[in-house]
Structures are given as C-alpha cells and as structure tokens.
C-alpha cells in the first residue's frame, strides 16, 4: 500500500476521523452542537448518548465552564484564530478536565476538538499538592538538598536549613567555601565523610558557626551517580536540628535527673495502668527493668494501693482535691529500709488530652527516724534529769547516813567504858566509814567515766589466788546467807587489770550480799573457747522483770529503800567493756539471780604488763616528729586557704598560689612534696594545672583534688587526668587529713 500522502489523501479522510482520540463538536456561532463524534470517556455532559446534540453548550454546561468558554469561542470567531486551553467541567460529585482546541469553519460555523485530560490534572493536581505538601515538610523539618560534585568539589544547594543560605534560593558554592563555616573540630570529619563516601551509608552529625553561634546539622547521601571521568555526582539532603539537639539535651537532662533520682517517679492511667516508672520505682516495688511497664497496674504492684478499690478511693479524693494530693505513705519497703513516703499526685493531659497522674514519692524515713531519736532523747533526758535529782537526793542521804553513824559513836566514844560496847560502836564506824569510801569511790569512778580517764594497768593475774581473797574478804560480811567458792582445778592466768577486775567482782559480791537474806551465794569461774566466765549467783530476792533490761544502766536501783547510788553496775558493765567483754543477768523474782561476765583470755595490751586505757588515735602522731613536708594548696578564694592553714598549717609548710598558672610555677619552684588543687580558679583552672603539672613529672609529687565538684564524672575526669585522690568540699579536717597522710 502507498503511504505516502496517505493523511492528506480525501479519501482516507473518513479513516482518519474515526481513529482520532478527540470528541468533535460541530457548532454554530451561537454555540449550538449541531453535530458530534464522541471518542472520550462518558460524562454528564459529553457522552455516547449525545445528550449535548442540539443544544447549547452555553446553557448546557455549567456557569463555571461557560464563563472561560464563551470567551475563547467569541474570539475565533472575531479573529479567525485558533484557541488552544484547558477548561474545568464541574458535575455532581466530581470535577471534570477538558483541553478544547476551537477552530473557525466558515462565518457561521466551529469545530471544536474535545480532549478529557481529567485523569492527567487530577494527577497533576496530586502532584502540585504533593510538592506542596513536601515544601512544607522541608521548611518545618529545617531541610535543605544539596548535590555535589567530587571532581569539582562543588556543591549545589536549594531548601530551607536556614542558616548560611536564604531559605529556598538556590545556591551554589565549593567545599572549602563551605568548610570556613565549619565548626573547626568537625571539618576534617566532614571533608573525610564526603572523600570516603561510597563507605558512609549512616548519616553525619556536625556544627556549623555562625554569629558566634553554634548550629547542629545532619546530613545523609542519598544517591550516588558515576560520571564518565571516574568521578560522581552525590544527592542528599541536610537538616538543621538545632532545635532538636537544643530539646534532646534537656530532654537528657530531665531523664538524667528523674533515672538517677532517690525518689520514686511513676505515671499512671486514670485506670490504674502503669506508663512509666524510673529506675528506683522499679527496684523499689521489684519491676524488673526489661519488661513492658504497661502490663502492670499500680494497685497490684504499689503495696500502698492494696487492691482495686483503694485506688478508687484514691482517684475520688484526688478530684476532690482538684486533680492534686499530698499525703504520707507508711508502707514499709524493708529491702530498702523505706519506712515511709512523702507523695504527692497529680493529674496532667497529654497532647492527646487524655488524663495521666504523676506520682512523685520522697522517703522521710531518716527524718522519722530522727524524730524519734529526737523523741527518745528527749524522753531520755527528762529521765536522766529524773533520775539525777533523785541521784543527788539519794546522794545526800547515803552521805549523811554514814556520817551520821560515825559522827554520832564518835562523839560518845570516850564515855563508853564498856571495852563490848565501844568494839561494836568501833565495828559501826568503821563499817560507815567503808560504805562512805565505797560511796566516794563510785562517784570518782563515774567522773572518771565520763572524763574518759579511767585508768587501766595491765599485769599477770592468778585467777584462783584472786577469787580466794575476795572469798576472804567477804565470808565475813555474809553473815546470814552462806557464801560458796567455786574454782576449777587448773590454775589459769591471765594479763589484765587486778583491781578492776577485783572491784567489778566485789561489786557483784556485795549486791549479792546486799539482797540475800538467806540461802547461797556462789561465786567462781570457768574457762570457755577465748573467754574467761566469772560469775556470782545468788538465791535472794531475785530481780523484777521490768528492770532486768535496765539494770546496767545508771542511777537504776533494785530497791529504792535499799542503801546504795545506783551506779555500781553501771561502773561494772563500763569496766568490763573496757576490758574487752561484756555483762549480763538472768533473775527471777523470789528465786535469785545470775551475773556473769566474759573478758578475753589474752585481751590486746603490752607483754611486760603496765599500761593504761590508751586515747584516741592521732592522725598526726606518726609524723609530729618528722620535719615539717611542704603542701603547695592552689586555691583562688582567700578565705579557703586560710581554713586549709588553721586545718593543716601547724603539721606542714604551705604555699598558697591564687590560680592555675601560678600553681605551676610554684611548683617549678619548691618543688613541693604534695599539692592541694582547687578546680575552678581564673587564668587557668586546675584540671589545665594537673594536666601541666603532669606533663612534667608525671608520677610526682602526689595531687590531691579539693574541689566542689562531688559527681562521680568530675572525679573519674580529675583522677584520669592525674590526680592521686580527691577531697570534696566543704571539708572536714579528718577527711583531708587522712588522704594526705597516705602519701606523706
């Protein structure tokens, strides 16, 4: 078949009409379709039912359409020429896109050719909207994209970080233009990510100065393209999260605080359902830390909310309080030692505005504990001032009946001439006389007590020897109860203090004596692993049950009206103490009692025997006889030297430098035998001091960190730097005292 002219030939013309893809509208001037092929999908308005044939368009199709139509129709007409655009076609429940190509006939007739392009502007439309909708996500994520060129080292770049560049302009610059904006310990990681790029598939993070400001930004490659050079075109985008990192760090630091909080934080629904719950929450009610937090409900994990119906007494009088409460939680957390909880709830609305209470529990228990050591002092003190009156009234009285006795038979002494009566008058004096000496005794042993200088002399004692002449000394004063020594037969010594353990025994003899009207008293000792037991039983009166506990305890007494101050056991549970052992009775009323007490068989004291209860350890006493060592203390506030000098000043030479700076050169210049390093102090600060320092001499002199700073980080950072151990401010002589001393 010949082609060539075929669309020019008349005779194919009819063919070619009915392969077109275009509607035609045959129309008069006026706009009436007075003819028409459809070939486009269906419409209200054009369709295969040729409901538009012999109408008007212009009162057939919609206001909106004609509105734009009729123009573009008068004007082919006037003119002759073609008009060429695209038209909308509302209809009920939806829009319609026509491109209509008009085209003059002859002066009383038009074709029109009728496109449906409604499919390709609804597309278009989602696309426009798309872009839209993209532009938007760009500027309110800060995002920019960017190309670059490897051979050129060349950057393309267009959007809305917002920071060297106006938003949305185009702007094209090289890499090492780029880098000047760079923050100065970020450009060689920046240049090295974009040289190695077929490796980075992982976003950069880097800092961009401005203004003397520092601005954070992401970037990421997303496509690499090879070009014919071995070089390659990279595409990606940079984000300008700024205010990300800005909220991120507070974030971090709220989340840093309530993670490392003593205190006990969780969220829950209105419902009881647990949302969230810090570290210690969790310890504290045994939530293990890996589990999903939502699988939980407070009042089966909360032992305060016991079950479902208190913590709907709790929501109730949390409304009622107007969505806050405060109150006091006594429920024990014995792992812990949390006797009790300040709390405090209260309701909050989310973004999404549903109702979430935060709960926020702080243990008072020291603060009860104190309390009622607070109370028991009290209670203790208003006791003890009890207790001393009645002290100082008893005092008097067993003063004055002993002087009585011996003032009285001595005054009449000289006119007894029966040699019967003045030996029993003679035994009356001399017995007060003992019992006023053993008065007198007893209160130079307590003020000696509470003096701390009770002396102690430590010698060889023979145990039985002991116990024979206090068996002696006593069997006569025993006169209407029968006194029983009890000894083992192998002879046992010990080193220790012969008359405090004489007058401790004594003691215990003479009570028994005392409160024994008939019966036995046996006194003795036996050997047990480490330990002698003495003991001293007796079949008297016996003790009460409500002063067994406290018998040991001064001015307690078992008889009020029996003679005595009270402090007797006392003295004796002090002595034996001091010794190295320890006191106890057993007693029942009307059957007698039990008092026994352990010392060790060889107690810590010199071989050769003489000594005395030794003071308290003196940090400085190893090195009082030493020369004086010199402390460099770098220390920028005068009033923190001068406490370090009245500390430490009359043990060491110091030398006080004000800053950083002068710290080292002091220390090029004496050569100190240990430095004493503030942290914050001008010109340089301490931690560049120690770095300095070290950087000298690195092992020496020792570098004792004195600082404020009481985290765990700063003192990990300050002994990694150097320093050999750190005080903490505000300081305590002790403390400081003994880090020095480890090293001097």
Request: proline share 4%.
């Amino acid at each position: 078949m010949e082609t060539k002219g075929i669309l020019l030939d008349d005779s194919q013309a009819g063919r070619l009409l009915k392969m077109t893809c275009d509607t035609l509208l045959f129309l008069k001037n006026d706009g009436t379709c007075i003819d028409m092929i459809v070939k486009t999908e269906n419409n209200p308005y054009v369709n295969d039912q040729y409901t538009l044939l012999g109408k008007n368009i212009f009162d057939y199709f919609p206001e909106e359409t004609v509105r734009e139509l009729k123009p573009a129709i008068e004007y082919v007409i006037r003119t002759g020429e073609v008009s060429n655009a695209n038209y909308d076609l509302p209809a009920p429940g939806q829009l319609y896109f026509f491109k209509c190509i008009i085209q003059k006939y002859d002066d009383e007739h038009l074709l029109c050719q009728y496109r449906d392009i409604t499919k390709r502007s609804q597309m278009k439309k989602s696309l426009q909207m798309a872009n839209e909708r993209l532009t938007e996500t760009e500027r309110a994520a800060k995002i920019g994209y960017w190309s670059y060129d490897t051979s050129t080292r060349t950057f393309d770049y267009c959007g809305y970080t917002g920071i060297l560049m106006k938003e949305n302009e185009r702007f094209t610059f090289t890499m090492d233009e780029y880098l000047k904006s760079v923050y100065p310990k970020d450009r060689e990681r920046l240049e090295n990510f974009f040289a190695n790029y077929a490796l980075n598939q992982m976003p950069i993070e880097y800092r961009i100065m401005k203004d003397n400001k520092l601005f954070y930004l992401k970037l990421k490659i997303v496509n690499i393209y090879s070009t014919k050079d071995d070089a390659a075109i990279l595409e990606g985008y940079a984000q300008n999260i700024n205010d990300i990192v800005s909220r991120w760090d507070e974030l971090k630091m709220v989340t840093q605080a309530v993670d490392n909080s003593n205190d006990s934080f969780f969220a829950t629904k209105m419902d009881g359902t647990l949302i969230f719950a810090n570290p210690f929450c969790r310890r504290q009610n045994g939530i293990p830390e890996d589990v999903d937090i939502t699988k939980y409900k407070a009042y089966e994990e909360m032992g305060n909310f016991k079950d479902k119906e208190m913590w709907d007494n709790f929501i109730e009088a949390l409304r009622a309080n107007d969505d806050t409460l405060k109150y006091i939680c006594n429920y024990p957390y014995p792992k812990t030692n949390v006797i009790s909880s300040k709390c405090i709830s209260y309701i909050i609305r989310n973004e999404y505005g549903e109702e979430i209470i935060w709960h926020i529990r702080r243990d008072i228990s020291e603060q009860l504990r104190y309390e009622a050591q607070l109370k028991k002092a009290k209670e203790k003190a208003e006791e003890s001032d009890r207790l001393k009156s009645a002290f100082l009234s008893n005092m008097s009285h067993e003063i004055r009946t002993p002087l009585n006795a011996i003032v009285g038979f001595s005054a009449i002494m000289a006119d007894i001439d029966n040699a019967e009566e003045r030996k029993k008058f003679c035994n009356i004096i001399e017995s007060s006389n003992k019992r006023l000496l053993s008065l007198i005794n007893e209160v130079l042993d307590l003020s000696k007590i509470e003096s701390g200088t009770l002396a102690f002399d430590y010698t060889p004692v023979k145990i039985n020897d002991l116990y024979r002449e206090i068996f002696m000394t006593h069997q006569l004063c025993a006169k209407q109860a029968s006194l029983v020594l009890e000894l083992p037969d192998e002879e046992v010594c010990i080193n220790t203090d012969k008359n405090r353990l004489t007058q401790v025994i004594s003691n215990l003899v003479n009570n028994a004596v005392k409160f024994t009207p008939k019966g036995t008293i046996t006194i003795g000792y036996r050997l047990i692993p480490d330990f002698v037991e003495f003991y001293v039983k007796d079949t008297g009166i016996g003790i009460s049950k409500d002063k067994v506990d406290i018998i040991f305890n001064r001015f307690v007494k078992v008889d009020n009206f029996a003679p005595g101050t009270g402090l007797g056991l006392s003295i004796c549970k002090t002595i034996v103490e001091r010794l190295g052992g320890n006191i106890s009775v057993t007693s029942e009323e009307g059957v007698g009692s039990l008092f026994s007490f352990r010392i060790p068989v060889q107690p810590d004291g010199p071989e050769n025997g003489g000594m005395q209860d030794q003071p308290e350890w003196d940090p400085l006493q190893p090195y009082k006889s030493r020369e004086k060592a010199t402390i460099l203390v770098a220390e920028d506030i005068d009033d923190n030297f001068e406490l370090i000098r009245v500390l430490i000043g009359s043990q060491y030479r110091l030398i006080h430098a004000r800053n950083g700076r002068q710290a080292v050169e002091l220390f090029d210049k004496y050569h100190p035998d240990l430095i004493l390093m503030d942290i914050k102090m001008p010109e340089m600060n301490g931690l560049e001091a120690i770095k300095a320092i070290r950087g000298k001499s690195p092992s020496s002199p020792p570098i004792i960190a004195v600082s404020a700073y009481a985290y765990e980080e700063d003192k990990r950072e300050l002994l990694d730097s150097g320093c050999n151990d750190f005080v903490t401010k505000p300081l305590d002589k002790d403390v400081l005292l003994t880090s020095i001393h480890k090293y001097l």
